[in-house]
């Protein structure tokens, strides 16, 4: 799809999500790099599987409508009460919610999931790119510079997190073609002194994004007052998104 007829398309739904795209927003001419250091939580007991967050970051980021390309998606864990292992799924990166597909009687435990990029303090995409691509900002930021990216895939292999992809070649926004892609936590909304596009959206408040160097940010008061988890922190990443409600099995 051409990029024109691909805005074109998507106009009707920022009303519907209650955003504006903010990529060519005025940048905030005081931001200062150095001040800043972010992170972001998911609280699973809150969120209700609606797909408003994946939906809105394809609108905002120009990721493509179809199944596979997704900078953030929403999982549903089911415990059975007769199955020791949990059911895992995520129809269309949960876009369009999920259909009902338990008996309810027989569900012992279930919660939504949603996933992104964790934005790791020790990020072994940065530590493949052959050509230094991606790198982490001073704000502690995962980026992709697609100017220098080659395509080759490594750092969409090293990410225990499976968080990349590669941007396909017929996608909307040409000069991202061919190059990995990947949640920035919206950094062009940031910078700009917004929130990303998935937290701004959010029905229930699940997902909340602060800034650590600001002892105002409610975020210190979320993680002092709850049990945190992270994805796999065997792998020795430190990821900067935390979990609320988080199962020791969810992977």
Request: net charge positive; aromatic share 12%; proline share 7%.
């Amino acid at each position: 799809m051409k990029r024109r007829k691909f805005l074109l398309a998507l106009t009707a739904l920022f009303g519907i999500f209650g955003i504006k795209r903010r990529a060519f927003a005025e940048p905030t001419e005081d931001y200062d790099w150095n001040a800043h250091y972010y992170a972001f939580v998911v609280d699973t007991r809150k969120c209700i599987g609606c797909g408003r967050c994946v939906r809105a970051c394809k609108i905002e980021n120009e990721v493509p409508m179809l199944p596979f390309y997704f900078r953030t998606w929403v999982e549903r864990w089911v415990w059975l009460k007769e199955e020791k292992e949990p059911k895992v799924d995520s129809p269309n990166g949960g876009m369009e919610g999920f259909p009902t597909i338990y008996d309810e009687r027989a569900i012992a435990k279930s919660y939504f999931v949603p996933k992104l990029c964790n934005h790791c303090d020790r990020p072994p995409c940065v530590q493949v790119c052959p050509v230094g691509a991606t790198y982490k900002t001073k704000d502690g930021v995962i980026l992709v510079d697609e100017k220098y990216c080659i395509g080759c895939r490594y750092c969409i292999q090293a990410c225990p997190y499976g968080a990349r992809y590669l941007y396909p070649f017929d996608g909307p926004r040409e000069s991202r073609r061919g190059t990995a892609d990947k949640c920035t936590w919206c950094y062009h909304r940031v910078t700009k002194g917004y929130k990303p596009a998935c937290v701004e959206v959010c029905p229930t408040q699940a997902r909340k994004f602060g800034d650590l160097k600001d002892p105002n940010d409610e975020i210190h008061k979320i993680l002092e007052e709850n049990r945190i988890q992270v994805l796999k922190p065997e792998m020795g990443t430190k990821p900067k998104v935390f979990y609320i409600g988080l199962d020791s099995e969810v992977r």
